[in-house]
């Protein structure tokens, strides 16, 4: 049911200021109802609730919490046809895409109440006293991680559902102990909506603190500012622009009470091409390549925007047969119309570029749709122009033809901090990628092989994350289970009676979680 409401707690109620509507991207037609923003007085509603939440939240069951997360995502499936058709009333996106992301977002909230479950996440250590230690007795010390206190998420553009209301922010915060209150993007308020009100009936349903979810709506900047600004706010999920990532870190950073801001922001992902798996299979990379950069009107954070090669036939191949790939692509629509307008400013500044030569473009469309383009350049002008580093957010990929290894390992040393980088490799080339290694560990988050970092995973091991800019805190990741330690800070106990320790940390584990006991791994036996 789309009302035009925002949730104050467990109160559906409307704002008074300012408007937003849902744009479709595919026909340009504004969307009904209009959303109004919240007063400031609605927004210090919600982080009171929040707070006065906090501490009976954090100390329900394991179970309730799993219970909760895995409510929620029964309620976001229930939804059926009526989020589905509203994603891509405000998206544009295909229905296979928006079904397969509602898959996602309910994949990734069982997910979390399985790590609840096991417990492992609260890292219980037990490091028991020595009284008859010398020359000084070993007190009893034991310590597990707590939440640290209510969330702020602000929903994501490109991912209306996998990475906003209830995405993988929301998710790992509520599975932390975190109450979360969420800044809903006004690309997608009616998707919004709809899920903010399937999470605020879970609360409802598994008997939680009306404070545990709120979800408000901005009509500018005021109330997303004002949220992360409220002393009771302790820490920030962004999925964003640079731009916008930084002007959240400022803020949390100017507080009396700095909090941290882990905010996803940059990234150009580079594609390096060796000679050896270019000779082998160059025209089929060339084709996985476009097919990775087609996606979703290349509207993903890990989109190949960069491609680095050593000039030579083989370069030559890959190229022409991406570039006749490429002119047969149709446009994608894109998400909002400023997206649209950012992607044509950045693809026809590479286009007006002295050092650099266009490719190919894909086929013209339409209303909000991105002609694709692919151009290249020569590693020193690549090296000499920051511009030319610069995310362009759409379907756009820059190739950098290297004179030999050198300059290939200049060019991959000079990059920012990077989500993903792919190498495309044959056995002959093993060699000469162990040798950028050791750089592309300390420049990205995720390494991988021929494949391309678009399609991203939500298992224990994924780290969706890396260095500044990528992310303003390359420590964590956004996506897969250990996403919940963003949330989360030590606490150590030391000489406390076992009855007013927390459950995690007696000497009886009544939780039967894993913990670490005097340095040895002490694993609970299933059942």
Not at 119 to 140: F, N, S
Not at 377 to 383: E, K, V
Not at 405 to 412: G, M, Q, R, S, Y
Request: glycine share 10%; proline share 7%; net charge negative.
């Amino acid at each position: 049911m789309i009302n035009g409401e925002m949730f104050i707690g467990g109160r559906a109620v409307k704002g008074s200021v300012g408007e937003v509507r849902g744009v479709d991207p595919a026909t340009g037609e504004t969307l009904e109802p209009a959303y109004a923003g919240a007063t400031r007085e609605q927004l210090d509603e919600a982080c009171r609730l929040a707070w006065e939440a906090f501490d009976s939240y954090r100390a329900v069951e394991p179970e309730l919490r799993a219970k909760f997360l895995d409510t929620i995502a029964d309620n976001i499936v229930g939804l059926g046809e009526e989020l589905v058709a509203r994603t891509i009333a405000e998206s544009g996106l295909p229905r296979p895409r928006v079904e397969g992301e509602r898959g996602r977002t309910a994949g990734q909230l069982r997910l979390f109440a399985q790590v609840v479950r096991e417990g492992r996440y609260v890292e219980a250590r037990i490091d028991p006293a020595q009284p008859e230690r010398k020359p000084l007795p070993r007190p009893d010390v034991r310590s597990r991680k707590i939440p640290l206190g209510p969330v702020a998420v602000f929903g994501a553009s490109n991912f209306p559902l996998a990475f906003s209301v209830a995405g993988g922010d929301t998710a790992s915060a509520l599975a932390a102990g975190c109450p979360v209150v969420a800044k809903a993007h006004p690309a997608h308020p009616g998707t919004s909506e709809l899920v903010g009100r399937a999470i605020r009936d879970a609360v409802e349903a598994c008997g939680l603190p009306e404070g545990v979810f709120s979800l408000v709506f901005d009509s500018g900047y005021e109330i997303g500012q004002a949220l992360i600004a409220d002393p009771r706010i302790k820490a920030v999920g962004f999925t964003g622009s640079r731009r916008g990532g930084l002007a959240l870190m400022k803020i949390a950073q100017a507080r009396p009470e700095p909090i941290p801001v882990y905010a996803e922001m940059s990234s150009i992902n580079p594609v390096l091409l060796f000679r050896g798996a270019l000779e082998e299979r160059g025209p089929q990379i060339a084709q996985a390549f476009v097919n990775s950069l087609m996606m979703g009107a290349g509207q993903f954070c890990t989109s190949p925007g960069l491609l680095l090669a050593i000039e030579g036939e083989g370069l030559d191949r890959f190229t022409a047969a991406a570039a006749t790939a490429l002119r047969e692509t149709a446009p994608g629509t894109m998400l909002t119309p400023g997206i649209h307008q950012a992607y044509c400013a950045g693809v026809e500044a590479l286009a007006r570029h002295p050092k650099v030569d266009t490719v190919a473009r894909g086929k013209a469309g339409h209303n909000y749709q991105g002609q694709a383009g692919l151009f290249s350049t020569g590693a020193d002008a690549f090296l000499a122009d920051a511009q030319l580093k610069e995310e362009v957010f759409g379907s756009s990929s820059l190739v950098v033809r290297c004179p030999d290894d050198a300059a290939l390992a200049e060019v991959v040393e000079s990059l920012e901090g990077q989500l993903t980088a792919s190498l495309h490799i044959a056995e002959a080339d093993h060699d000469d990628a162990r040798r950028l290694l050791p750089v592309l560990e300390r420049k990205v988050g995720r390494i991988l092989v021929n494949g391309f970092g678009t399609g991203v995973e939500v298992t224990h091991a994924m780290v969706h994350g890396g260095p500044f800019p990528s992310t303003s805190d390359g420590r964590s990741t956004s996506v897969g289970s250990m996403a919940i330690d963003r949330f989360l800070r030590p606490v150590a106990y030391q000489d406390l009676p076992d009855d007013l320790l927390p459950p995690e940390l007696r000497d009886s584990n009544p939780r039967r979680i894993d913990r670490l006991v005097d340095g040895k791994a002490m694993v609970v036996e299933a059942g």
